[in-house]
């Protein structure tokens, strides 16, 4: 079964951007038959749809973060990433990667997460 | 954006006991973009009910999911040890996709 693992920095500046990446174990990144989404929790409390990407489609953002948000594909090392930038500290949470079949939002595959705090 | 209120925000329930947690929508949502999930401490959220009735792979039948409405229901049979953790309902039938703020089901 596809496994995925999220990395990156787990303290971040405020102002500053946050990265992270999401290493797919299988070659699916490559396919258009999957949609690749992050998802965040900020402690204690419930989850938050950040946006997804998908090959063939490209990305859709959650309004309320766009235009901090970018999200992009590197199928030569089956990684999708996530940057967000001019981070607070609101920004702090886990940090989920997750998959589901394309024009689906069923995420029957998530990474373990990531936890991220912003602090200065 | 619509907006998901689940209900109750705490369930305490015995092993064995039956458990029926309520997702209210805020407007319109196809059944077919409805979706639950289980969440455990430490733990990523895990897909339990897909299309608000069908049941992902492996996931037991005491697990039931309906819809009425703008109201979907997630029906434990009888509880299992294993099931005391919070539940989340999701849909993306409208961008942003939207999660409620989920159901605690606790051991009493």
């Known amino acids: 079964q596809v496994q995925l693992q999220e990395s990156g920095p787990g303290l971040v500046k405020p102002s500053e951007t946050l990265s992270l990446t999401c290493t797919v174990s299988d070659g699916s990144i490559s396919s258009d038959s999957y949609y690749w989404t992050w998802i965040r929790q900020p402690a204690g409390k419930g989850l938050e749809w950040i946006g997804r990407?998908?090959?063939?489609?490209?990305?859709n953002y959650n309004p309320s973060l766009k235009s901090r948000v970018t999200m992009s594909v590197d199928t030569s090392k089956k990684q999708f990433s996530l940057k967000l930038t001019s981070v607070t500290a609101a920004d702090t949470a886990v940090y989920y990667c997750?998959?589901?079949?394309?024009?689906?939002?069923?995420?029957?595959?998530w990474g373990q997460g990531a936890l991220v705090t912003v602090s200065s | 954006e619509i907006v998901l209120t689940q209900s109750p925000g705490t369930l305490s329930l015995s092993p064995g006991e039956r458990a029926t947690l309520s997702c209210r929508a805020s407007q319109s949502v196809r059944s077919k973009y409805l979706v639950w999930y289980q969440q455990k401490p430490g733990q990523a959220p895990r897909l339990l009910i897909y299309?608000?009735?069908s049941r992902a792979t492996g996931i037991p039948d005491r697990f039931s999911g309906s819809a009425s409405g703008t109201d979907f229901t997630l029906t434990i049979s009888r509880l299992e040890p294993e099931d005391f953790a919070v539940y989340y309902c999701h849909q993306y039938d409208s961008s942003p996709q939207t999660f409620g703020q989920g159901t605690k089901v606790e051991i009493k």
């Open positions: 997750a998959r589901s079949v394309a024009g689906t939002a069923d995420f029957d595959c």
């Open positions: 299309g608000a009735s």
């Open positions: 990407f998908s090959t063939s489609e490209g990305t």
